[in-house]
């Protein structure tokens, strides 16, 4: 029996509290707090204790899904990507920069949300760019 | 002073004793007050703290459990639980801050309709007293 | 919270797990594995230490409930057998868990040792040993909570007053249901809409705490982990020690204290009686 405590940072906000992952022979089985984190104290919000159930949901994607008359159908990256650069150019010359929303998002990295910004500012050309925690 | 003070009751009755006593007490038509609501349950044992709970939460401002007597429980000893329970959720409303009179446990049988009335009557009349529970839980 | 541990309990401890850990499981006697704390770049976390496993990385504190992972093994794995190194609290939680067939006595050794004194009096704990105790002495109990030891004087305003001020604080992060090892329900009162409404933080009328303090009343075994975890910081364990009391007094039953005391709530009056007639 392979029994393991992971020490990782909750992902759902900038409190950064540390907490277990335990799994045993490989599968997610629980959450302790770290008691020993001079922020987290060993509490957790409700977000932190449940940070796990996103891990095996059936809801994650695992292929890029493109709307095709009106149903959802999987798509290569290649495919996903093409058409993404071809509609944000085009709404970009037709209606301007500004017109393209950017949100963010505390679940990425600070390497994502700083990619994410030179997308927007450099390749798009606008600061419409906000964070998900303020929706 | 304002419109009088009517106090609200929800009283769990159970299937085989006391709603039946109930039952007799309006066929018989005795004078009784209007303040009760009653909630018929198979056995008073079936009340869980979580319902009586609940039954203060939406506005009761007094709580009746009542069942058979020791001893002639149609299931035998369901009413065991409930003798053991109520005095504890009693304590802790006390606790809380919440006045423990609002609770009352009272074994009624089938062929107590008289019991019945003055239970409830003198239940009505002791939560008309203490007043309205949001004087306690200020919304 | 820190204690003042000897090096000397430590070094006696994992003398005693690395004893355990050698003897062969197939004689009975030996075990599949030890449940207690390990200590890895400076954090602590729960542990199953197993045949051949760094020792030195043993450690006794800070304390976790150590008897809901050993509950989480047991039922997992049918066949394993556990040690664990155990608190005074431990070992109640594991009476506790044992009676509702959580536990497998049979299948668990315990290596108890006692809390220091320091340790004894931050949790207010007036046991702070295991009965099956094999390092350490009893230290001086702790003192009960002022709180609780003046509670009876407390009027109803007063008591509403403070809890009010206390459950105004909760987040409900369910962190007090989610550490306490007595809480091992699949199906939880508190996630039942019907009784604690979605989307509301405890209301003036505060079910969550109300309902959890009832479920508690026969089983809590004041280890306090309910409190730590706490992110408000509220005494949750106030009540629960004055359920406490009147489950001894109404009903003569201490969670923790006899394996074959039988939980009073769930079990007719002629095997627990109640000693006074309905509560004052």
Same mark, same amino acid.
């Given at each position: ?28 089985? %629980? ?8 922020? @987290?104290? /060993?509490? =957790? ?7 796990? !159930? ?34 944000? %150019? ?8 500004? @017109?393209? /929303?950017? =949100? ?7 390497? !994502? ?23 | ?139 | ?280």
């Amino acid at each position: 029996m392979d029994y393991k405590n992971t020490l990782t940072t909750c992902v759902y906000c900038g409190a950064g509290c540390q907490i277990y992952v335990e799994t045993i022979d490989g599968q997610i089985t %629980g959450v302790w707090p770290a008691k020993t984190h001079i922020i @987290s104290e /060993g509490k =957790l919000c409700i977000k932190g204790w449940n940070v796990t !159930e996103f891990v095996n949901s059936p809801d994650r994607l695992k292929t890029p899904l493109i709307r095709k008359e009106g149903q959802f159908v999987e798509a290569s990256w290649d495919e996903a990507l093409e058409l993404i650069a071809s509609k944000l %150019g085009a709404i970009k010359n037709e209606s301007g920069p500004d @017109s393209i /929303g950017w =949100l963010a998002s505390a679940k990425c990295t600070n390497e !994502e949300n700083y990619l994410m910004n030179k997308l927007a500012r450099a390749v798009i050309g606008t600061n419409n760019i906000d964070h998900c925690a303020r929706l | 002073m304002g419109v009088e003070f009517e106090p609200r009751i929800i009283a769990f009755m159970c299937n085989w004793c006391t709603y039946a006593a109930a039952d007799t007490a309006g066929v018989s038509r005795m004078q009784q007050s209007l303040n009760v609501l009653p909630i018929r349950v198979m056995c008073s044992g079936r009340v869980s703290p979580e319902m009586v709970l609940r039954a203060f939460r939406a506005g009761a401002d007094g709580v009746l459990v009542m069942g058979c007597h020791i001893g002639d429980c149609h299931y035998s000893n369901g009413n065991h639980r409930t003798i053991k329970r109520m005095p504890l959720l009693r304590n802790l409303l006390g606790y809380t801050g919440i006045n423990p009179e609002r609770l009352e446990l009272q074994w009624v049988s089938g062929a107590e309709a008289p019991r019945f009335v003055e239970v409830t009557e003198a239940f009505i009349a002791k939560i008309r007293q203490l007043g309205p529970l949001s004087q306690e839980v200020m919304e | 919270m820190s204690g003042n541990a000897s090096e000397g309990t430590l070094e006696e401890i994992r003398k005693l797990v690395a004893e355990r850990l050698a003897l062969p499981v197939q004689a009975g006697m030996g075990v599949d594995g030890v449940v207690a704390l390990r200590a890895l770049n400076g954090n602590v976390a729960p542990h199953v230490f197993q045949k051949g496993d760094d020792l030195s990385e043993l450690v006794i504190e800070p304390k976790y409930p150590l008897m809901t992972l050993v509950s989480k093994l047991h039922k997992r794995f049918p066949q394993i057998r556990l040690g664990v190194v155990a608190r005074g609290c431990d070992e109640r939680a594991y009476i506790e868990m044992a009676k509702r067939n959580q536990i497998d006595p049979a299948r668990l050794t315990i290596i108890g040792f006692a809390c220091t004194a320091e340790e004894a009096q931050a949790c207010h704990c007036l046991e702070p040993y295991p009965k099956q105790l094999l390092v350490g002495a009893p230290p001086a109990p702790g003192q009960v909570n002022p709180l609780v030891a003046e509670y009876d004087a407390m009027t109803l305003v007063e008591r509403r007053a403070f809890w009010r001020k206390q459950f105004e604080k909760c987040i409900k992060c369910y962190g007090c249901r989610n550490i306490c090892p007595e809480c091992f329900c699949e199906a939880c009162a508190m996630e039942d809409k019907a009784w604690v409404e979605p989307g509301l933080l405890a209301p003036p009328f505060p079910m969550f705490h109300l309902i959890r303090a009832m479920h508690m009343a026969s089983r809590c075994v004041a280890c306090r982990e309910c409190e730590a975890a706490c992110p408000a910081h509220i005494p949750l364990t106030v009540l629960y020690d004055l359920l406490r009391r009147d489950m001894e007094s109404l009903l003569g039953y201490l969670p923790g204290a006899d394996m074959d005391a039988k939980p009073p709530l769930s079990v007719t009056l002629e095997e627990t009686p109640l000693r006074t007639e309905a509560g004052h």
